[in-house]
T-cell receptor
Framework: KQEVTQIPAALSVPEGENLVLNCSFT??????LQWFRQDPGKGLTSLLL?????REQTSGRLNASLDKSSGRSTLYIAASQPGDSATYLC??????????FGKGTRLHILP | DTAVSQTPKYLVTQMGNDKSIKCEQN?????MYWYKQDSKKFLKIMFS???????INETVPNRFSPKSPDKAHLNLHINSLELGDSAVYFC???????????FGNGTRLTVT
């Protein structure tokens, strides 16, 4: 049974700093891994998707990596801004569309 | 015992038809969502309802219309189906708009 763990559960950093959010999963038989942010009133916003054959994906200040063999993914946020404050979730998706989410990391960027 | 249930699980239909996907949650949650998962399994939000009121309506063709008869149900009606509508559609619910989501098992729609 897949378990997805995100560490830390909460994080506060000063504006401008680079930061890394961690996601680990127990079953490496995934189709892909997706990172989301969750804001009040906005459900989940898709950030990055990494196919199982890929090692990383980049979008703007965000970079996500995937190491299937070790069951880990990281989300790197460069030059953090107050607008980055949100809850970040990672999810593994299997070939049969089963989605397993981590509990998320609540990120607070201090102005 | 199912928390979020969607029906049908599979739906195969022809272009131009109108179809509905139903979603029900027995968790007592206030907010329900519809997500679309494309061929690369990229999950994107389509709609969100809070206490039967529409609060999110992403850029989705007008052929897609959500209907929430009560807090526990959020159905998705699709008119004039097109080939590009083929995808897996997930319903989800949460206690509030920033609470963890509970997903249904998905409805795989195939338009031929």
């Amino acid at each position: 049974k897949q378990e997805v763990t995100q560490i830390p559960a909460a994080l506060s950093v000063p504006e401008g700093e680079n930061l890394v959010l961690n996601c680990s999963f127990t079953d490496s038989a995934i189709y892909n891994l997706q990172w989301f942010r969750q804001d009040p009133g906005k459900g989940l916003t898709s950030l990055l998707l990494i196919q199982s054959s890929q090692r990383e994906q980049t979008s703007g200040r965000l970079n996500a990596s995937l190491d299937k063999s070790s069951g880990r993914s990281t989300l790197y946020i460069a030059a953090s801004q107050p607008g980055d404050s949100a809850t970040y979730l990672c999810a593994t998706i299997r070939g049969d569309d089963k989605i397993i989410f981590g509990k998320g990391t609540r990120l607070h960027i201090l102005p | 015992d199912t928390a979020v249930s969607q029906t049908p699980k599979y739906l195969v239909t022809q272009m131009g038809n109108d179809k509905s996907i139903k979603c029900e949650q027995n968790l007592g949650h206030d907010t329900m969502y519809w997500y679309k998962q494309d061929s690369k399994k990229f999950l994107k939000i389509m709609f969100s309802y809070n206490n039967k009121e529409l609060i999110i309506n992403e850029t989705v063709p007008n052929r897609f219309s959500p209907k929430s008869p009560d807090k526990a149900h959020l159905n998705l009606h699709i008119n004039s189906l097109e080939l590009g509508d083929s995808a897996v559609y997930f319903c989800a619910s949460s206690q509030r708009t920033n609470s963890p989501l509970h997903f249904g098992n998905g409805t795989r729609l195939t338009v031929t």
